[in-house]
């Protein structure tokens, strides 16, 4: 991710590691970029799900034993997990950290307006790229639903609505390139000559 732009970049989770993701979005924050993540249900973590399972249980342990309203608050959300790494990457508490997490968005699914945008990839933090391929892994998505996560089977609905919609999209761009083609092919004859006129003051039709 080089280069700033007072755009938002917008990272596909689906298939990053969840702690190399971080790593790179916290970097890119402190240098001032703005970064908007979706399908974090979809990131991924290395080592077995059972494995994994049990240090998220012993996440939830620990509170405070006076008043456990007062915290740790242990988030459930794949969208909040991640942010909780980026945050743990950053100094959260200066000015400075503040104003890199405001620049940060996370979400489970891909929500309008997002859904129209250019979605890129990290490659350093692709899962098929640094994870040996006969390590196991496993879906933060399906470990949030296990420990308290209730809304799984809301974003799979909305993400099936949305992936149906874009293929309709899809069919009607293909049909319009084909027409659009076949009406350049019916008007070439009758523009010729008047491309020719246009070639002769040096200009391309």
Not at 24 to 47: H, M, P
Not at 52 to 62: D, M, T
Not at 103 to 111: Q, T
Request: proline content about 4%; charged content about 30%; some cysteine.
């Amino acid at each position: 991710m080089t280069g700033l732009t007072n755009r938002t970049v917008v990272i596909d989770g689906r298939g990053h590691l969840l702690g190399r993701l971080a790593s790179v979005v916290a970097k890119y924050l402190l240098q001032g970029g703005k970064v908007a993540v979706v399908r974090c249900e979809e990131l991924n973590l290395s080592g077995h799900f059972y494995r994994n399972k049990i240090k998220f249980l012993a996440y939830l342990r620990k509170r405070c034993n006076v008043n456990p309203a007062r915290g740790p608050f242990h988030f459930r959300a794949p969208s909040r997990i991640f942010y909780k790494a980026v945050r743990g990457m950053i100094p959260h508490k200066t000015k400075r950290g503040q104003a890199a997490l405001a620049r940060l968005r996370v979400f489970d699914g891909i929500p309008s307006p997002y859904d129209k945008r250019r979605r890129v990839v990290v490659p350093i933090a692709l899962r098929v790229l640094t994870l040996r391929s006969d390590r196991k892994y496993c879906q933060v998505g399906r470990l949030s639903h296990e420990v308290g996560w209730h809304y799984q089977d809301v974003i799979k609905s909305l993400e099936r609505k949305r992936k149906s919609k874009l293929r309709i999209t899809l069919k009607h761009n293909r049909e319009m390139k084909k027409l659009t083609a076949k009406a350049r092919e019916n008007i070439a004859k009758a523009a010729e000559p008047f491309n020719k006129i246009i070639k002769s003051y040096g200009y391309e039709s």
